[in-house]
């Protein structure tokens, strides 16, 4: 019986087949299991290469390899089986082609290690000659000649690849998968992004220019939002989840921001820039990529602005969005941010009494004993007035705390059927209101 009509009997009758074919397929099957003969399949048969006087002898650690790869493997045929009984990988088999292109590479390879040695030895006696520093922009290019020597000795290994294809021991860290992975990000995902940043004017709107190099995702109640995507307004009660991808195995400190540069403002008739969120002091790394989440830890982060839900009026257009993270030089202290409560350590009442002698021996003694006072943190801004919401200026708080822009995102928001509930929770009693275009624009 074919392999087409086996697979037909196990996923039951379709209905492209009639019953009676069916049923002459299923009494086919039994007459097979009958007639073939219930034996074992044969064990390998290792005394050929045994017995041959020409072959080595094999010792009991091989053969039991050779027995345990072939009952691993279901009585199938090994890929590769030599004299040995051993499985081989590809860089062994007997294919002539194959290992010439493996010397060719050994070859530039070794050639590729003597001219990173070189340049290597010329690091070292410019620096020690003209006391040269790491940061000094020769130095810099001969290091980059170094490091891009070294990724193409990784390019033409084919086991690397190999791994990396097929998800197998892939080492976060290495640099040719950080290469390889930021060059798949900016062969697509990178281009979307950026062509949505510009067919929704959020270049030059908010920003010059923008030149991500982080992959950056957002996720709303647990599902994945594509850049310039439509939210619900109920799906959008709370903060989004930040995932971010570095192609590098530096640490940084980072701001996450969301601007809403659709905020109407009717006493112009134009809009105004709003901050729907921020916060800042962020670490992230390539073993950490989840800046902001469920499971992230709050140690050292500063939320500046807490995150506002998004409301849209009836009439109005969509809302942009937009997320940026800005690397920081060091760590961003704002002011306003509330103390804790100290209080000084109350006296034992042993102390008390002492104190309490003392000063009936001495010349005077307090009508009453000296309470402890809480110390009242100073009258700082609330969190709410840490930092203008209303007319933010993404560029000036840029360049005021020397920031640079790695990685941006957006989504949208428009009036829906959940807007006038998530309106009403928030507490506005503008949820009937609706915008109109003047009859001079109609």
């Not at 019953?19 to 299991?33: G, M």
């Not at 209303?390 to 920031?403: E, M, Q, T, W």
Request: glycine fraction near 4%; include cysteine; charge should be positive.
């Amino acid at each position: 019986m074919s392999l087409c009509s086996r697979a037909v009997l196990q996923a039951g009758r379709p209905r492209a087949v009639s019953k009676p074919a069916f049923l002459c397929l299923r009494r086919q099957l039994s007459t097979e299991v009958h007639e073939s003969p219930s034996s074992p399949p044969p064990p390998v048969d290792t005394t050929s290469s045994s017995s041959s006087p020409s072959s080595p002898p094999q010792d009991a650690a091989s053969t039991a390899t050779a027995t345990t790869a072939t009952s691993s493997s279901g009585g199938r045929k090994p890929k590769s089986k030599h004299a040995d009984g051993l499985l081989h990988t590809i860089e062994t088999m007997p294919f002539k082609c194959y290992q010439e292109a493996l010397k060719v590479l050994r070859q530039d390879k070794e050639e590729s290690l003597a001219k990173i040695a070189e340049q290597q030895k010329a690091i070292a006696g410019l620096k020690k000659l003209h006391n040269l520093t790491d940061d000094n922009p020769r130095i810099v290019k001969m290091q980059e000649h170094i490091d891009q020597l070294k990724l193409n000795i990784d390019k033409n290994n084919p086991r690397i690849k190999y791994n990396y294809d097929n998800k197998l021991k892939v080492d976060p860290y290495k640099k040719i998968y950080q290469h390889w992975d930021e060059e798949k990000w900016r062969s697509m995902k990178r281009m979307i992004l950026m062509q949505r940043l510009e067919q929704m004017n959020v270049v030059p709107d908010l920003l010059p220019k923008i030149n991500p190099i982080i992959d950056v995702s957002l996720r709303f109640r647990r599902k994945n939002v594509l850049h310039g995507a439509k939210v619900l307004a109920r799906n959008a009660t709370r903060y989004p989840s930040v995932q971010v991808k570095q192609f590098d195995s530096k640490k940084r400190l980072v701001t996450v921001l969301v601007v809403d540069p659709d905020k109407p403002n009717i006493e112009k008739n134009g809009f105004d820039n709003y901050l729907q969120w921020m916060v800042t002091n962020c670490e992230i790394s390539i073993e950490n990529p989840m800046v902001i989440g469920v499971s992230t830890s709050h140690n050292g982060r500063d939320e500046v602005a807490p995150y506002e839900v998004p409301y849209v009026h009836k009439g109005e257009n969509y809302h942009r969005y937009c997320l940026f993270i800005l690397e920081q030089n060091g760590r961003i202290e704002t002011p306003g941010k509330p103390e804790p409560i100290k209080s000084k350590p109350k006296a034992k009442e042993g102390e008390a009494a002492a104190a309490t002698t003392e000063a009936k021996e001495g010349e005077a003694a307090p009508a009453e004993a000296p309470k402890t006072e809480e110390v009242v943190p100073t009258a700082g801004k609330s969190k709410e007035q840490r930092i203008k919401r209303l007319g933010f200026n993404l560029r000036s708080f840029i360049a005021k705390n020397d920031l640079k822009v790695i990685g941006a995102d957006l989504w949208r928001v428009e009036f829906d059927n959940t807007m006038i509930d998530v309106m009403k929770q928030l507490g506005r009693t503008d949820w009937d209101m609706k915008y109109l275009k003047h009859p001079e624009h109609i």
